[in-house]
Every structure is written in structure tokens, then in C-alpha cells.
């Protein structure tokens, strides 16, 4: 298993900020995914978080909107750019080494809230 | 199409009582995994229980098994003896060997009354 700590737990922000959320892991892990969850919705994968290369950004979010940082195997950032009140939603680090058999493990999730 | 299907978005169950949470998948890919997640009104997502789609019996942790039906294509949660700590949302999801990606379902928020 592995243990993730997520930061800030929460936040409150204004409109136009931007907002890091960092995630580090208590062992070096290969991959890392970035979720969104919007209000009463599921969990949509925002981007695959790839040590030493650029982020891979599912359809319909952009790295200028997201830019994300992954510097070493157990650390990554996600940045949530130039926000509005459709940004609140609760965002969620996840590691797993992507098999089949194996599960994905959670930080406590980042709930923002923009005004 | 949609390859996770939770069709319950919401259940009341009173405490003590077992619960089943359904979730029907759709893949064409032999090798797959399915897991259930409770995720509680603080917002973290708890791993509960995987299946896979090779194993021939239906997993078990704790009060938590999976029924699961292949031939169906379900993989129902059942919770036994409900504890008021179990109300939370409850989400479904799949990985295919082709596709590190989990995928997730809409999720069933679950109420236990005292």
C-alpha cells in the first residue's frame, strides 16, 4: 500500500487565483493521476502525472488550465490556473502501479471552493 | 457507451441490515479488474475490495464481499450488518489490462438510519 499526503485539505479562493495542491507519496511510485470531482459527481482523470516527462491531459483539459509538475517519483503538483466558481470541486491525487490486479490508492482530496 | 453502471443513486437502509449496492460493466477485454471505493463526506476515497475477472470466487473482506456474476456482468457490493459508519458514497470502478485507467461509475450514496 502506499500513504499519501495531500495539501491543502481545503481551500476557499477568488476568482481569477490560482491554487497548488501538492501530493506526496511514502514511496516512489511510477504513476500518478489527477481527479476531478465536480459536486455531487464522479471522479473524471484529469491528467497521468509522468516523472520526467510532460503530463498526459485527458480530453477536454489543457495544461494551461492544469499545469502539473512531477519532479521525482514521489512528489507531483497540480495547479488549477486563472479559477471561477466552476473550478469547486474536490480534486484528488491517486497512485497505483496500473495493473490489473492492483488498486489505486487516494490523498484525503483537496475540496476548493471559488467565489 | 458507459461501462460502468450504478443504477442506484441513492438507498436508505436501516442499521444492522445487509446491504447491495449493484454495479453492471461492459468490456470486451478478457482480463479486467473491479473495485469498490467508499468515499465518506470528508471526501477521501477507501479502497474496500477488488475483483478479478479470472478469479473464481467472489471476494470477501470483512463485512464486504462481492457478488460477483460474469456471465452477467455485475459485480454487486454487499455489505453485511450496515453500520451507521458506513454511510458514504459508494463508487464501482474497472481497469482493462489494455487500459491503466480506471473507470468509474456515477456512484450510490448510501444512508444507514439508526
Known amino acids: 500500500s502506499a500513504v499519501i499526503s495531500q495539501k491543502p485539505s481545503r481551500d476557499i479562493c477568488q476568482r481569477g487565483t490560482s491554487l497548488t495542491i501538492q501530493c506526496q507519496v511514502d514511496?516512489?511510485?511510477?504513476?500518478m493521476f489527477w481527479y476531478r470531482q465536480q459536486p455531487g459527481q464522479s471522479l473524471t482523470l484529469i491528467a497521468t502525472?509522468?516523472?520526467?516527462?510532460?503530463?498526459?491531459?485527458e480530453s477536454g483539459f489543457v495544461i494551461d488550465k492544469f499545469p502539473i509538475s512531477r519532479p521525482n517519483l514521489t512528489f507531483s503538483t497540480l495547479t488549477v490556473s486563472n479559477m471561477s466558481p466552476e473550478d469547486s470541486s474536490i480534486y484528488l491525487c491517486?497512485?497505483?502501479?496500473?495493473?490489473?490486479?492492483?488498486?489505486?490508492?487516494f490523498g484525503q482530496g483537496t475540496r476548493l471552493t471559488v467565489v | 457507451a458507459q461501462k460502468i453502471t450504478q443504477t442506484q443513486p441513492g438507498m436508505f437502509v436501516q442499521e444492522k441490515e445487509a446491504v447491495t449496492l449493484d454495479c453492471t460493466y461492459d468490456?470486451?477485454?478478457?482480463?479486467?479488474?473491479l473495485f469498490w471505493y467508499k468515499q465518506p463526506s470528508s471526501g477521501e476515497m477507501i479502497f474496500l475490495i477488488y475483483?478479478?475477472?479470472?478469479d473464481q470466487q467472489n471476494a470477501t473482506e470483512g463485512r464486504y464481499s462481492l457478488n460477483f456474476q460474469k456471465a452477467r456482468k455485475s459485480a454487486n457490493l454487499v455489505i453485511s450488518a450496515s453500520q451507521l459508519g458506513d454511510s458514504a458514497m459508494y463508487f464501482c470502478?474497472?481497469?482493462?489490462?489494455?487500459?491503466?485507467?480506471?473507470?468509474w461509475g456515477a456512484g450510490t450514496k448510501l444512508i444507514i438510519k439508526p
Open positions: 491517486s497512485v497505483g502501479r496500473g495493473a490489473v490486479n492492483t488498486e489505486a490508492f
Open positions: 514511496s516512489q511510485v511510477t504513476m
Open positions: 502525472a509522468n516523472q520526467g516527462s510532460e503530463a498526459t491531459y
Open positions: 468490456t470486451s477485454d478478457p482480463s479486467y479488474g
Open positions: 475483483q478479478g475477472s479470472y
Open positions: 470502478a474497472m481497469r482493462e489490462v489494455r487500459n491503466y485507467q480506471l473507470i
